[in-house]
């Protein structure tokens, strides 16, 4: 079975769209395996996105994920990984299809409502970074 990681981002905590963003992933078949809402750090966010480090967006990143608390979930499921990325639609959410969480929630680029890993790799480096393995059930 595999699993992914999603996070609600603070634009979305924001606008109290948890649930039905959680919702998506539920009536989509995917499996909500862990979740839990937290306020990263800095460090935490930098330490996430370091692969964007290099960007020009990278501080503008860092900052909007340490604006306000984020929701970050394991989801699990057939193909949730690509499953996951279709429910929310293009990064840009004027470039999203309708229906999709991006083109529902999302306002900006920047405040683009969720994230969701791009590579079964990068899922597995993602779940590791906020969960522990007992936390996953
Ligand atoms: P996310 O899927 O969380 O991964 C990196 C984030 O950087 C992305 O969503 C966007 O919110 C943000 N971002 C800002 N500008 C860009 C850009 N030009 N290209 C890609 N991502 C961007």
Known sequence: M????????PDAVAKNVVGKILDRFESAGLRIAATKKIQLSKADAQAFYAVHNQRPFFNDLVEFMISGPVV??????????AKNRELMGATNPQEAEPGTI???FADSIDANAVHGSDSLENAK??????????ELC
């Open 2 to 9: 595999e699993q992914t990681l999603s996070i609600i981002k």
């Open 72 to 81: 970050v979930s394991v989801l699990e499921g057939e193909n949730a990984m």
């Open 102 to 104: 991006r083109a529902d």
């Open 125 to 134: 480096i993602e779940i590791d970074f906020f969960f522990a393995q007992r």
